[in-house]
């Protein structure tokens, strides 16, 4: 077995998992913020705004990643999920349920950012546009998986319910993605393009690449500290939860080497 | 800057929500860690309790 694969079948293991994502989600928290902080400068007071849209188009640098996110991180639950249910495997049960409050997160910003765009430029916060409409649904089925893993008391069966649920609901990627194309609306059509040429000018592009890596950075980040939390509360009872317990009885979470005593 | 307030309205939203995820699964480690630590407690009295009994039966049984 080579290292590669050794490591993917200790990461199975409950209290190594937990030693990895204690050591690696405040590095990924850190580095993202960092990413996103200098997207965030360069968008808001080093970019020239726009001849057209004045300065709301620089809601964009927030609202495209965060769009993008939000379908990349269902896809990846329901990955997770399809492995969960096939392999029965409990880590991916697990990230896989993580993903789901970091990708209505992501939702949520899509939709209240857009919504802010589209009262100065459109003239109304909101409209039944497909493309808003399909993200909305996104929004539901988020919360869908969500509701359906905390209402069911067995860990295990929730979350194999809640991942059917995230596979049946990625058939919505594909219209959300399309449904500037198929339905002419109100939103516009592609305007970035991550392979071939975009129509924004290569001046305003920095920072936007720069917010798209950070906020993928960050999810991975808040994917570990999710998946780890969860992992903690179901092996609660276990010893080596008890003994991190113990060990760690005046410190919060802080995820420095934090899991000494599951070793 | 045009439109200023609903720029500075965007970023305050996304930086927000931003820091509820960071802040949110930190709080649910510390209330398992500390479910765990109120078990192991519990776990422990009931141990001691249990071998303080035993020690007590034993002396009245060698009396």
Redesign the interface.
């Known amino acids: 077995m080579n290292r590669v694969t050794r490591w993917f079948h200790q990461l199975g293991s409950p209290p190594y998992f937990d030693r990895f994502a204690a050591r690696w989600a405040p590095w990924l ?1 850190a580095v993202g913020a960092l990413v ?1 902080l200098w997207g ?1 400068w360069q968008g ?1 007071f080093v970019v020239p ?1 726009d001849y057209q849209q ?3 188009f ?2 964009l640098y ?2 495209v990643p ?1 769009a993008w996110m939000s379908m990349a991180v269902f896809g990846l639950m329901a990955v997770y999920a399809a492995i969960a249910l096939i392999w029965r495997i409990k880590l991916c049960e697990i990230l896989a349920m993580a993903c789901a ?2 990708g209505a ?1 992501f939702t ?2 899509t939709l ?2 857009g919504s ?2 589209g ?2 430029m459109w003239g109304t916060w909101w409209d039944w546009d497909p493309r808003l409409t399909t993200e909305l649904i996104l929004l539901f089925l988020y919360l869908g998986v969500i509701g359906l893993y905390h209402a069911i008391d067995d860990r295990r069966t929730a979350a194999r319910a809640a991942a059917l649920l995230a596979i049946v609901g990625v058939v919505l990627l594909p219209i959300i993605r399309y449904s500037v194309v198929w339905w002419h609306s109100l939103h516009q059509g592609q305007t970035i393009s991550l392979f071939g040429e975009s129509k924004m000018d290569a001046s305003m592009l920095p920072p936007l690449w720069a917010m798209v890596i950070g906020t993928h950075v ?1 999810f991975g980040g ?1 994917l570990l ?2 998946a ?3 992992n ?2 179901r092996e ?2 276990k010893d080596w ?2 003994r ?3 060990e ?2 005046a410190q ?4 420095e080497p934090a899991s000494k005593g599951a070793r | ?4 307030n ?2 500075i ?3 305050a ?2 930086i927000l ?2 820091l ?3 802040i ?7 209330q ?9 407690a519990q ?1 422990d009295a009931a141990r001691q309790r249990h071998s303080n009994t035993s020690s007590t039966n034993n002396n009245e049984l060698q009396r």
């Open positions: 928290y996103m965030i808001l705004s004045g300065d709301s620089r809601i927030i609202h965060s409050p970091i997160w949520l910003i209240v950012t802010i765009w009262k100065p960050w808040s500290a999710r780890r939390a969860d903690i509360r609660s009872g939860v008890s991190l317990g113990r760690k009885p919060d979470a802080s995820n | 800057m045009d439109y200023r609903y720029v309205a965007a970023y939203f996304f929500a931003l509820w995820d960071f949110a699964p930190r709080m649910r480690i510390r398992s860690l500390h479910d765990a630590r109120r078990q192991a776990q």
